[in-house]
């Protein structure tokens, strides 16, 4: 990786090993100079104002929508509807798409594609079936043929890449089988969008929500992507401003997609920052950053595997991407503590993944996750660090 990319992170000035972006990703200027434009060259409203600002936001914020959609290789950027995050895109379409069936999940879903399923299972709207992993954490194939082949599953709610261990699902054989039984694909992409090719033409699917601020842009800001005929067929959970051409006393006329799911004036520092963000994920290369995170992960994964530690997942690197978790006897949250006193900054805990370490009866971990500006040389800091002061307290 070019080690400019390095000098368009401010925040790096200050010594820091940044190694939490599964977390939040750190922002490069670029990012912060386009959000800030709109705040200081037309900090006006989108959509509805018929002046100068207001045109010129509407403008920039249809410009974005462009291009997050080329970004995945939508039919038309009419198909990307903008949303806080990935949270918020799952939720719409928990809320939103007629679920009178089965949802299916598996083992390792973040609470964000987990809790919006027990809530509608509760309230006694659905039926959920999970996919437990093979003993590796990988995805387990044979399952979930058997649970799509127990009937009236309608909708299969996975991630593409786990925040718990850094492997991918293989998301084109799992959209073809789901198809194979009338069952759409919801997409998870919080810890893919911005580090794997993702085409959604390609792959088939029917939806896909991911964030913002986990691949480079400004926090607050993320998308869903959804087929125009899917879409169509939604019911919008939250109306109000934007979302209605026409309204009358007792009854409304719903506004063209997306615009109907986007009720209220929007964050639009965020989505110009948003579509800033895959600009430069863009110029760089998605393949070239999985290549990159997959290079520092192998070494970090050999520094790892010589301490008193079981690392979560399969023990090859570039089965995990740019993720390395693990835990220990000590508490995950005393590691990243001491870490932190030398400037290395991770995750402890358990990720939001709370019902992944409660089925295996583990505390929490220990996690790395690494990104476009993260160094070899940093790798070597932190093999430093692990093997003089780490080691000692792990004995």
């Not at 977390?23 to 959000?35: I, N, T, Y």
């Not at 400037?343 to 019902?355: D, E, K, L, P, Q």
């Not at 996690?367 to 660090?385: A, G, H, L, M, Q």
């Amino acid at each position: 990786m070019n080690p400019k990319i390095r000098e368009d992170f401010p925040v790096l000035k200050k010594g820091i090993i940044y190694f939490d972006s599964a977390c939040v990703s750190l922002k490069p200027r670029q990012v912060v100079e386009a959000s800030n434009e709109y705040y200081e060259e037309y900090p006006a409203c989108a959509g509805r104002s018929n002046h100068k600002l207001g045109n010129k936001v509407t403008e920039k914020v249809e410009e974005s929508r462009n291009t997050i959609s080329k970004f995945f290789n939508a039919k038309k950027p009419s198909e990307i509807i903008f949303t806080r995050n990935t949270t918020e895109g799952i939720n719409l379409i928990a809320n939103s798409f007629d679920l009178n069936g089965t949802v299916v999940t598996t083992d390792k879903e973040h609470n964000s594609n987990l809790l919006p399923w027990i809530r509608l299972k509760e309230l006694g709207k659905i039926k959920h079936k999970v996919v437990d992993s093979l003993q590796d954490n990988t995805f387990n194939m044979e399952k979930f043929e058997q649970i799509l082949g127990e009937g009236n599953v309608k909708l299969v709610a996975i991630h593409h890449t786990s925040n718990l261990d850094g492997i991918s699902v293989p998301l084109k054989e799992i959209t073809k089988l789901a198809h194979e039984y009338n069952a759409k694909v919801l997409v998870d992409a919080a810890q893919s969008a911005g580090h794997h090719e993702l085409d959604v033409k390609k792959l088939d699917i029917d939806f896909l929500a991911c964030s913002g601020h986990k691949m480079l842009g400004p926090s607050g800001i993320g998308c869903l992507y959804g087929k125009e005929e899917e879409l169509k067929k939604l019911n919008p959970f939250m109306l109000g401003g934007e979302t209605v051409k026409e309204s009358w006393i007792d009854r409304y006329e719903l506004e063209e997609i997306p615009h109907r799911f986007e009720a209220g004036l929007q964050n639009y520092s965020g989505i110009i920052g948003f579509a800033a963000a895959v600009k430069y994920v863009d110029k760089i290369g998605r393949n070239n950053i999985h290549n990159h995170e997959v290079k520092l992960n192998s070494k970090l994964t050999h520094v790892i595997t010589g301490l008193p530690v079981q690392i979560i997942g399969n023990r090859n690197a570039e089965m995990r991407g740019g993720i390395t978790s693990f835990y220990s006897k000590m508490d995950s949250h005393a590691i990243s503590l001491i870490l932190n006193q030398s400037n290395i900054m991770v995750r402890s805990g358990a990720f939001c993944v709370h019902s992944w370490f409660n089925k295996h009866k583990i505390k929490g971990a220990v996690r790395f996750s690494s990104y476009v500006y993260n160094t070899e040389e940093e790798v070597k800091v932190i093999d430093d660090f692990l093997n003089s002061r780490l080691l000692k307290m792990l004995k």
